[in-house]
């Protein structure tokens, strides 16, 4: 189970980020701020170039923030260097891509076993955690198969199984449901929700579907790099 400390499980405070610089430059966060409780799930929605993408990408640690600072379980982690909130993202923070989640060139049991390989697992572990995430994404079957081999809900069910392999404490997804049917959408809504349930996962996803921000606890919007707390 992932277990949080008192406060926050996530926190963000002002966070601004640029991109490009003089004429070119675009503001893509100004200022924005965001809170998570432990074991909640929280939506941020809002249209295509409000800072969605970029305001979760910063919280996973992948981009640097032009000014401001994201604490997990009250740790600052815009302090850490790369090397280090590399290490830390892949113990303490699922994340999930709107594309690019995988390895195209390994199968799906392996990609779930890397992050774990990754990180030093004991190779009994990794055999028995990859066994329990396909059987949980309902992928056992398809354990050996390619990325390729994949249609869109499968490869995403894939992907959200690499993303809880190390028991995140913090699951960040970008999209989660992208340009699935209806049907499909709704498992992997499922799966993020029992992720809440069972291991008392803190989730934050971002959306312009009015169908994830529906299964969530919270529902925040976005407008023009600033988290709206109406």
Same mark, same amino acid.
């Given at each position: ?30 200022? #924005? ?42 740790? *600052? ?29 390994? *199968? ?32 056992? #079957? ?89």
């Amino acid at each position: 189970m992932a277990i949080s400390g008192p406060g926050p499980a996530l926190e963000a405070r002002a966070l601004y980020h640029i991109y490009g610089e003089g004429a070119m430059r675009t503001v893509a966060l100004r200022g #924005a701020d965001i809170s998570l409780d432990p074991g909640t799930w929280t939506t941020v929605m809002g249209p295509s170039g409000s800072g969605k993408s970029t305001l979760l990408h910063a919280l996973a640690g992948i981009i640097d923030p032009s000014a401001g600072a994201v604490f997990i379980d009250g740790e *600052d982690v815009t302090r850490l260097t790369r090397v280090e909130r590399a290490r830390w993202r892949r113990r303490r923070v699922g994340v999930v891509l709107q594309r690019d989640s995988l390895h195209p060139l390994l *199968d799906v049991a392996e990609n779930v076993a890397l992050p774990l390989q990754l990180d030093g697992r004991p190779p009994e572990e990794i055999s028995r955690r990859v066994a329990e995430l396909l059987d949980d994404v309902g992928l056992a #079957a398809l354990s050996d198969h390619r990325v390729s081999q994949l249609s869109g809900g499968e490869a995403q069910r894939a992907a959200l199984a690499v993303a809880l392999a190390a028991r995140p404490s913090v699951l960040l997804a970008d999209e989660p449901t992208g340009e699935l049917d209806e049907a499909t959408a709704a498992g992997i809504l499922d799966l993020i929700g029992a992720a809440v349930a069972k291991a008392n996962t803190t989730v934050l996803t971002v959306t312009h579907s009015a169908r994830v921000g529906e299964r969530a606890d919270r529902r925040l919007v976005m407008r023009d790099g600033v988290v709206l707390h109406g």
